[in-house]
């Protein structure tokens, strides 16, 4: 069945004249516009003053340091040498090549910066915007199975799919694992912990985020087959795996923070807050 639907499926959205609009672009749009829309929810639940105006601000900050970020990570850690050889391909957004790993840190950049010019308590945004972040990633990886990019190993498995690029063989759509994985399965347990009265300190669902991520991530790994370019680092170990330990160690790192700190999630500066007991 996935293999019959697979082979309908078309990168390119639509067209309008000379625009194409892929899915992966909407993917983009729809994961920061649904982002936006239950981060605003959050802060009205947690009861802390940001306005709509400052997170329509800090979500264009995060955006922009996300696809920055993002396009920098896949050149540092997936380029092996090419744009060093071809700079300017580095700018070529349309031929693809982004890291989630990349996106992360540029997104929490780009997202700090913004707070902080703004007076905005930088752990608490950090908190929603990685409580919402796996909309994003499961909206990104259904475009990569659209794509027919980033497929899994050889299997046998009833839902194998037969992707044009990787052979005639059934494939594990590792796209839709980690969809599920990293997108749903996440979000509904970010999600439903933050629905609590009062929120969980700061530093709760940052560090949470992190290192479900990292696990899932690490998982997904062992049934994908890596980028062409760098293969397998050492043994079974990809690129991937690698860069997704070291946010295991700090979501731990952070969840031990925020158990011992207590501090309570707020929003500018200058208003008190009371403390969590």
């Known amino acids: 069945m996935l293999n019959d639907l697979y082979h309908m499926l078309d990168p390119v959205a639509f067209t309008l004249g000379p625009l194409t609009v892929r899915w992966y672009g909407l993917a983009y749009l729809a994961g920061f516009a649904l982002g936006a829309l239950v981060m605003w929810s959050l802060i009205k639940r947690w009861k802390i003053d940001v306005g709509s105006d400052d997170l329509i601000t800090i979500v264009v ?3 922009f340091g996300g696809i920055l970020g993002g396009r920098l990570g896949y050149v540092l850690f ?3 040498g090419y744009y060093l050889a071809h700079p300017l391909a580095i700018f070529m957004l349309n031929q693809g090549g ?3 790993h990349g996106g992360l840190l540029g997104a929490f950049i780009g997202g700090s910066l913004v707070c902080r010019s703004l007076k905005i308590s930088i752990p608490t945004i950090c908190d929603l915007g990685f409580t919402v972040t796996p909309i994003g990633l499961f909206f990104g990886r259904l475009a990569n199975f659209v794509n027919g990019e980033l497929w899994g190993k050889v299997t046998d498995l009833p839902w194998g799919v037969v992707f044009e690029t990787g052979g005639p063989l059934p494939r594990h759509p590792s796209q839709l694992y980690e969809a599920l994985l990293e997108g749903l399965v996440l979000f509904c347990v970010l999600y439903v912990l933050a629905r609590r009265r009062p929120p969980y300190p700061q530093g709760f669902y940052t560090g949470l985020f992190l ?3 990292g696990v899932f991530r690490i998982l997904v790994e062992f ?3 890596p980028d062409a370019q760098l293969g397998y680092l050492f043994g079974p170990i990809t690129m991937g795996q690698v860069l997704s330990l070291p946010l295991v160690i700090l979501g731990v790192i952070l969840l031990a923070w925020s ?3 207590k501090r309570p999630q707020r929003g500018h500066y ?8």
């Not at 200058?270 to 007991?277: G, N, Y």
């Open 61 to 63: 900050g995060i955006a």
């Open 78 to 80: 997936y380029g092996a």
């Open 98 to 100: 982004m890291s989630i």
């Open 211 to 213: 290192v479900l991520y």
């Open 223 to 225: 049934v994908r087959v």
């Open 259 to 261: 158990a011992t700190q």
């Open 270 to 277: 200058d208003v008190p807050v009371a403390r969590i007991s």
